[in-house]
């Protein structure tokens, strides 16, 4: 079983920066992709960014060049610096981690509200 604790979310005015992280309970070796999510109010939960243990990454085309994906020192950790935010990026912010058997979880989410 692996959990995931996400911190990070808040209140930010339009163009301001947020950095959200993940820690994974399991030991890095047993986790081979982490991403982030999103979900805002009556949309589909949306992939934001991913990264595998490789330092792979992957971007939605609406955050690129504006947000950032990486591990941190202990491979269980992730991040996402999320910088020039605009109001559209406002939503619920999921952390995924997913394990070679192709199981995944999920974190409770973070709340991200960016402001005009």
């Known amino acids: 079983q692996v959990q995931l604790v996400e911190s990070g979310g808040g209140l930010v005015q339009a163009g301001g920066s947020l950095r959200l992280s993940c820690t994974a309970s399991?030991?890095?070796?047993?986790?081979?992709?982490m991403a982030w999510y999103r979900q805002a109010p009556g949309k589909k939960r949306e992939l934001v960014a991913s990264?595998?243990?490789?330092?792979?990454?992957n971007y939605a085309d609406s955050v690129k060049g504006r947000f950032t994906i990486s591990n941190g020192n202990a491979k269980n950790t992730v991040y996402l610096q999320m910088n020039s935010l605009k109001p559209e990026d406002t939503a619920v912010y999921y952390c995924?981690?997913?394990?070679?058997?192709?199981?995944?979880?999920w974190g409770q989410g973070t709340q991200v509200t960016v402001s005009s």
């Open positions: 995924y981690a997913r394990l070679p058997n192709w199981t995944t979880y």
């Open positions: 399991a030991s890095a070796h047993s986790i081979i992709t």
């Open positions: 990264i595998t243990t490789g330092s792979s990454t």
